[in-house]
């Protein structure tokens, strides 16, 4: 159990484009989601935080209308890098909560490897 | 700032040694603590975790130790096998925080066959 998924694995892209990375809790519904980043050799960032119907809360220094979140459903959060440039190039991570209590675990999808070229 | 870290930034031990991680965190109000294993290339995985009302708590080849005078967090794995080598990340979690995890560094571990 407690499964989560992201889609794609991987991706190229131009500078200047967009792309849309998805998260999906597979056998458990996730209030919140979270979005990390994480750079060679280094920890996970947490970059924002995605709570299904509302708005999402965005770490310190990181800009909302470069990283758009939407978490459509109870199941589904998407991060869209808009006007990627090559130092968004990163490892970026999901993670869901199965409940909303302090002390459930958070799982962790499988990462997504973005390359801006 | 509130930080989590690690004193060992790597690990190497022989097949079927026992492996020990360490992790310090300096926020006070921490409550519950996790460590997670990430394989290259891959996601963190849940390994254990514990409550800040318990001091040891046991899984399968795996103990983890708190120990709250020090803010002190280990990971013991028992009998480290080749499949174990990967980087070990402690994290916690406070009311504070909004349920947010903080990330240790990450130690390297390298189970030499």
């Known amino acids: 159990g407690a499964v989560v998924s992201q889609h794609p694995s991987r991706v190229i892209c131009k500078s200047g484009t967009s792309v849309k990375i998805e998260c999906r809790s597979l056998?458990?519904?996730?209030?919140?989601m979270f979005w990390y980043r994480q750079f060679p050799k280094q920890s996970l960032m947490l970059m924002a935080t995605?709570?299904?119907?509302?708005?999402?809360?965005?770490e310190q220094g990181v800009e909302k209308d470069k990283f758009l979140i939407n978490h459509a459903s109870l199941t589904l959060s998407t991060l869209t890098v808009t006007s990627a440039h090559p130092e968004d190039s990163s490892f970026y991570i999901c993670?869901?909560?199965?409940?909303?209590?302090?002390?459930?675990?958070?799982?962790f999808g499988p990462g997504t490897r973005l390359l801006v070229l | 700032g509130e930080s989590v870290g690690l004193h060992l930034p790597t690990l190497s031990v022989q097949e079927g040694d026992n492996s020990i991680i360490n992790c310090a965190y300096s926020?006070?109000?921490?409550?519950?603590f996790i460590w997670y294993k990430q394989e290259s290339g891959k996601g963190p995985q849940f390994i254990i975790d514990?409550?800040?009302?318990?001091d040891k708590r046991q899984g399968q080849r795996v103990t983890v130790l708190l120990n709250k005078t020090v803010k002190h967090l280990s990971l013991q794995i028992a009998a480290t096998q080749p499949g174990d080598s990967a980087v070990y990340f402690c994290?916690?979690?406070?009311?504070?925080?909004?349920?947010?995890?903080?990330f240790g560094k990450g130690t390297l571990l390298t189970v030499n066959p």
């Open positions: 993670s869901a909560k199965p409940g909303q209590g302090a002390w459930e675990t958070q799982y």
């Open positions: 994290a916690e979690t406070n009311p504070g925080s909004n349920y947010k995890l903080t």
């Open positions: 056998d458990f519904q996730a209030t919140t």
């Open positions: 514990i409550r800040s009302n318990m």
């Open positions: 995605s709570n299904e119907g509302s708005k999402a809360t965005y």
């Open positions: 926020n006070s109000a921490s409550d519950y």
